[in-house]
């Protein structure tokens, strides 16, 4: 099974920070990786899918990159609404599998 | 407007069994792999099952593997899982997401929870 490391496990940001959340696969995944946002109660949100595609309707201040087999989005100058938990999917193989979440606060 | 519901959820006593159903619409349903992605309280999104958009094909989690069967029925634009042999471990909300490679839609989910 492919190992999504996800760090950090939570971070608060202030609205002029850059956040950056990283997912590192135990094996190369082709940019088979997506990335997810949610909040409390709520069923989460498709955000950055093929590792750096923008989702429909997602603020383009949402960004994904890759550097080997490390993942990468990054939140330039969040907003307070973008509070919430964020999880990487490799869809690369089956089992397919999620990183822990990333539980995020802007302050 | 793409539209996922699910139903079913509930409580079930540990080895009972349950089924739950994910009515789709607002878009062709037979075009597309389904897949089911649970999350227990307070714990993160855990993958469960997909199947192609034929039904030919069926992927599962090791640990529910010989448990569950996740099925389709295209004429009826429904997503079904039948979750058998029930252990405490598969309470989660049960959420029926479409596609195969990123889940741009997601349904509000079901609860399932497995106690005696």
């Known amino acids: 099974d492919i190992q999504m490391t996800q760090s950090p496990a939570s971070l608060s940001a202030s609205l002029e920070e850059i956040v950056t959340i990283t997912c590192k696969a135990s094996?190369?995944?082709?940019?088979?990786l997506s990335w997810y946002q949610q909040k409390p109660g709520k069923s989460p949100q498709l955000l950055i899918y093929?590792?750096?595609s923008l989702a429909d309707g997602v603020p383009s201040r949402f960004s994904g990159s890759r550097s080997g087999t490390q993942y990468s989005l990054k939140i330039s100058r969040p907003q307070v609404d973008d509070s919430g938990i964020y999880y990487c999917?490799?869809?690369?193989?089956?089992?397919?599998?999620f990183g822990s979440g990333t539980k995020l606060e802007i302050k | 407007e793409v539209q996922l519901v699910e139903s079913g959820g509930g409580l079930v006593q540990p080895g009972r069994s349950l089924k739950l159903s994910c009515a789709a619409s607002?878009?062709?349903?037979?075009?597309?792999?389904m897949a089911w992605v649970r999350q227990a309280p307070t714990k993160g999104l855990e993958w469960v099952a997909s199947?192609?958009?034929?039904?030919?094909?069926?992927y599962y989690r090791d640990s529910v593997k010989g448990r569950f069967t996740i099925s389709r029925d295209n004429a009826k634009s429904t997503l079904y899982l039948q979750m058998d042999s029930l252990r405490s471990e598969d309470t989660a909300t049960y959420y029926c997401t479409r596609d195969r490679h990123w889940f741009a839609y997601w349904g509000q989910g079901t609860l399932v929870t497995v106690s005696s």
């Open positions: 999917l490799q869809s690369y193989s089956t089992p397919l599998t």
């Open positions: 199947i192609t958009n034929s039904g030919g094909s069926t």
């Open positions: 607002g878009f062709t349903f037979s075009n597309y792999y």
């Open positions: 094996q190369g995944i082709d940019d088979y």
């Open positions: 093929d590792a750096t």
